[in-house]
């Protein structure tokens, strides 16, 4: 018997490439299962093999638990300290009292159960051991044969008994694959599931290509190349951005390769997938104008504070800046981390010259100057009152049709105009408003009430609930619906009015 369990260890040892004390945990946890079907499911079994002679014993263990333990669940696998302390001296909680049973012969436990026991151990351990090996691969490429097509999701064999996902999500889609084609992935995650950790591969991810390029590109390899980030529709399109560390190299050559050779072996990887190579720029503005080719941009328009860009481009090439199904926008914004706006020239001119009127307005208005004055500021780029005010003065100097009286008029001025705003800012929160004040039953007594709860204007009113200000300014329920139906009044006209003009068109 004893032969029988070396021999069985040193056969799954060599057949599974486990160590040997891997195969006897597996063995004794197999024991563990058959000794309780003989005995009984509720029983706590340990079993131990000698790792020298194969010899097992059998034992039934019972924890020590403190006699106020309300966790104490019966006697079957627990017993209590008192207890337990008069069957063995100097026992503590925690320690277990164990008897020995007869152990089972393991010629006769039954083959089949046996085998499924031991696989099944066998097997956690082997996927521990592919966790351990594959755990510092995560964020790196990996290649494997498909092994079989679970349910849409692609199981690969990547050697050395370890297996990889790739979710029907995270394959390529309708890219024709079949047992025992080989593919590559990129090792996503290791995710811990019902039948033990899983390794998850993915071939949508935007880093697989960039892991791919790597590989096709030496260049990258040696640090002279840098990958700066790619954006991808899966087996369409993809866009990646490359910048040179070194002068005398060209990265965008360097990664289409002789007659396209490097750039080709990605595309074939990846299912046909047509790469853009970008250049990367450290201007965002540059970067977008490269990442949208082969669009050509006619203007960009940049707005830090929205963190986004209006691009302009001639009505002829305005469907190929969107691409199908704004597909080249998309990736270029995803790319560059900007939000892309695309328009026809003439469309961006037209917001040009409303934004240009907007603030030429605001400058005759608000620094009582002309028009002449006003477009001249505009011209240099002021675009608020705040960069008139506090701009250095340096740079108003600069501007030819300016002296220093000019200028030091200009920027009081601002700073008046600032201050006047400021002040009636502050005066009119929480003031109530003429809208509200003008609503049938209101009194200045019960405006100021509302406005002083945050209620000072119709809206407000209009979208409040009646128990939101019942007991304002002595409202009781009654009185607060009516007034909140006189604060809807007006959107009821507005939709009466609507619906009169569709009537007569």
């Known amino acids: 018997m004893s032969k029988d369990v070396l021999r069985v260890v040193e056969a799954f040892s060599a057949e599974r490439d ?28 340990r079993v131990t ?14 924890q020590v638990i403190d006699d106020e333990d309300p966790e104490f669940e ?23 009292i164990e008897e020995p049973l007869e152990s089972i012969d393991f010629g006769r436990i039954s083959a089949q159960a046996a085998k499924q026991n031991l696989v099944q151990k066998i ?61 590559r992935g990129y090792l996503k995650e290791i995710r811990t599931e019902v039948r033990g950790p899983q390794l998850f591969v993915s071939r949508t991810a935007p880093e697989l290509i960039m892991e791919l390029f790597k590989i096709e590109v030496p260049e990258i390899g040696q640090g002279l190349i840098e990958l700066k980030g790619a954006a991808r529709d899966p087996g369409s399109r993809a866009k990646i951005a490359v910048q040179a560390k070194d002068r005398r190299i060209d990265p965008v ?16 990887e990846l299912a046909g997938e047509r790469v853009d190579i970008v250049l990367w720029d450290a201007n965002p503005a540059q970067f977008v104008i490269n990442a949208m080719a082969p669009a050509d941009v006619d203007s960009i328009i940049v707005d830090e504070d929205s963190h986004s860009m209006d691009i302009a481009v001639i009505e002829e090439k305005l469907a190929q800046a969107i691409g199908r199904g704004g597909q080249n926008v998309r990736l270029a914004s ?21 934004e240009t009127g907007k603030v030429l307005e605001l400058f005759m208005e608000q620094l009582d100057v002309d028009e002449e004055l006003a477009t001249i500021l505009v011209q240099e780029g002021f675009t608020s009152l705040d960069e008139v005010a506090y701009v250095p ?20 001025r601002a700073r008046d105009a600032l201050l006047t705003s400021a002040i009636v800012s502050a005066e009119s929160e929480g003031r109530p408003t003429e809208e509200l004040l003008a609503l049938d039953g209101m009194s200045d007594e019960l405006a100021e009430a509302l406005a002083a709860a945050g209620f000072a204007d119709r809206e407000d009113v209009a979208e409040a609930g009646v128990d939101e200000i019942e007991g304002i300014g002595g409202l009781d329920a009654e009185a607060a619906g009516k007034l909140i139906m006189a604060a809807r009044a007006h959107w009821f006209e507005e939709e ?3 619906s009169t003009e569709v009537t007569e068109d």
């Open 49 to 62: 093999i000698d790792r020298e002679t194969g010899d097992y014993e059998t034992f039934r263990r019972w």
């Open 18 to 45: 486990l160590e040997p004390e891997e195969i006897f945990l597996a063995m004794e946890a197999m024991l563990v299962a058959a000794t309780r079907k003989r005995y009984g499911e509720d029983f706590d079994i």
């Open 123 to 183: 097997r956690e351990f082997e996927r521990a051991k592919v966790v351990e090996l594959y755990s510092d691969r995560i964020g790196t490429l990996v290649s494997g044969e498909i092994k079989r097509i679970d349910r849409g999701n692609l199981i690969l064999d990547l050697g050395n008994n370890a297996e990889a996902i790739v979710p029907r999500e995270w394959q390529i889609p309708r890219q024709p694959v079949r047992p025992h084609d080989r593919i």
């Open 334 to 354: 995803e790319l560059t981390g900007w939000k892309l706006n695309v328009l026809s020239a003439e469309e961006v001119q037209q917001r040009q010259e409303e």
């Open 393 to 412: 003065v340096e740079e108003m100097l600069d501007i030819e049709e300016f002296d220093e009286d000019i200028v030091e008029e200009l920027r009081n």
């Open 253 to 268: 050559g360097a990664c289409v390769g002789m007659r396209g050779s490097r750039v080709q072996s990605v595309t074939n």
């Open 496 to 498: 009466n009015s609507a």
């Open 74 to 96: 019966g006697p079957a696998q627990q017993v209590l300290l008192a207890r337990a302390q008069q069957m063995q001296e100097g026992i503590a909680v925690g320690d277990y």
